[in-house]
C-alpha cells in the first residue's frame, strides 16, 4: 500500500508564499509523474503543475508564472512552491502520483488534501 502524505498549507495574506510537500511511502519501484490539482468549493477539481519522473513540467495557465513544481526522486516526494498568492487560489490542494509497485503495474494515488486560504 502507498500513502502520500502532504504538508504546507495554512493560511496567507494576498501576495505572500506557501510551499506544500507530498511524500509518498510504502513499497514503491517507482514513482512515473507526481502532480498538483486543488478544488475550491463549489469546483471541479483542476491541474495544477505535473512533473514526469526526467523533471518535465506542465502548468495550469493560472499557475505559470507564480507557482513552480519540483521532486525529489531519491525522497519520493513533490513540492509546490507558490509566489504570489491570490485570493483565488484559496482551495483544497491534492497530490497524486502514479506509482509502479512490486507488480510492475502503475497505479494512481492521491494525497488527502491540504487546505490553502489567501485572505484579501
Known amino acids: 500500500q502507498v500513502q502520500l502524505v502532504e504538508s504546507g498549507g495554512g493560511l496567507v495574506q494576498a501576495g505572500g508564499s506557501l510551499r506544500l510537500s507530498c511524500a509518498a511511502s510504502g513499497v514503491i519501484f517507482r514513482i512515473n509523474g507526481m502532480g498538483w490539482y486543488r478544488q475550491a468549493p463549489g469546483k471541479q477539481r483542476e491541474l495544477v503543475a505535473v512533473i514526469t519522473s526526467s523533471g518535465s513540467t506542465n502548468y495550469a495557465d493560472s499557475a505559470k508564472g507564480r507557482f513552480t513544481i519540483s521532486r525529489d526522486n531519491a525522497k519520493n516526494t513533490v513540492y509546490l512552491q507558490m509566489n504570489s498568492l491570490k485570493p483565488e487560489d484559496t482551495a483544497v490542494y491534492y497530490c497524486?502520483?502514479?506509482?509502479?509497485?512490486?507488480?510492475?503495474?502503475?497505479?494512481?494515488?492521491w494525497g488527502q488534501g491540504t487546505q490553502v486560504t489567501v485572505s484579501s
Open positions: 497524486n502520483a502514479e506509482v509502479v509497485g512490486p507488480l510492475f503495474k502503475p497505479y494512481d494515488y
